[in-house]
């Protein structure tokens, strides 16, 4: 299994400030994945982050609102910018497993559970 | 995207087994997944399905799955209070992207 350390693990932040989110993994992975968890709800992907490209955005989310770095096989940010009370969420970073049927299994960072007032 | 639901709430008396059910829409998913989110966690990997077997035992947990109604399930043998958390069923596309269902409370009663 991967180990993923996020950072912060919680934050409380004024509305229209921008917060980055880090993601390192004990391993060097191909890609990363962001998702989000709103109260109450389930998770949905915001983005791949893939080293040495742009990342991919699922529908409904765009670059500008949440940019994406990958400078390297073991590390991402996310940045939830201009940020809103809707923003208020658990933000996730996963990483598939290593060969074999590991490669099938999606590993969770603890998340960094988020407030905007 | 693909669909996955779930029940939302599903309570038990310590001792009792547990089943939380799913259903996904898929049919190409090659693994199904179960994960416990505990309260202030993360999500942790609790099991996972190989698409083309009905069933999967380990320990106190058992995965049947019903391919032909897109039906997925988790039985918890022996619920304790520990296991008092919220399970999510999710399913995973060529490009391990994940879809995960609304998530299962499991409440456990003393």
């Known amino acids: 299994s991967a180990v993923i350390s996020q950072k912060p693990s919680r934050d409380i932040c004024q509305r229209g400030t921008s917060l980055t989110i880090q993601c390192q993994v004990d391993?060097?992975?191909?890609?990363m994945f962001w998702y989000r968890q709103q109260p109450g709800q389930s998770l949905t992907l915001i983005a791949t982050?893939?080293?040495?490209?742009?990342?991919?955005?699922e529908s409904g989310f765009v670059i500008d609102k949440f940019p994406i770095s990958r400078p390297n096989l073991t590390f991402s940010t996310l940045t939830v910018s201009n940020m809103s009370p809707e923003d208020s969420s658990i933000y996730l970073c996963?990483?598939?497993?290593?060969?074999?049927?590991?490669?099938?299994?999606?590993?969770f960072g603890a998340g960094t559970r988020l407030s905007v007032l | 995207g693909e669909d996955v639901e779930q029940s939302l709430f599903l309570s038990v008396r310590e001792g009792d087994s547990s089943v939380i059910n799913c259903t996904y829409t898929?049919?190409?998913?090659?693994?199904l997944y179960w994960y416990k989110q505990e309260p202030g966690a993360g999500l942790q990997l609790l099991t996972y399905?190989?698409?083309?077997?009905d069933m999967k035992q380990d320990q106190r947990l058992t995965v049947l799955l019903n391919k032909k109604d897109k039906h997925l399930s988790l039985r918890i043998a022996d619920t304790q209070t520990g296991d008092s958390a919220i399970y999510f069923c999710?399913?995973?596309?060529?490009?391990?992207?994940?879809?995960f269902g609304s998530g299962t409370k499991l409440n456990v009663k003393p």
């Open positions: 996963s990483v598939p497993g290593q060969g074999g049927l590991a490669k099938n299994i999606q590993y």
């Open positions: 391993s060097q992975v191909t890609m």
């Open positions: 982050a893939n080293q040495g490209s742009e990342a991919t955005y």
């Open positions: 898929d049919s190409s998913s090659t693994y």
């Open positions: 399905i190989f698409s083309n077997m």
């Open positions: 999710a399913e995973g596309d060529n490009f391990n992207k994940f879809y």
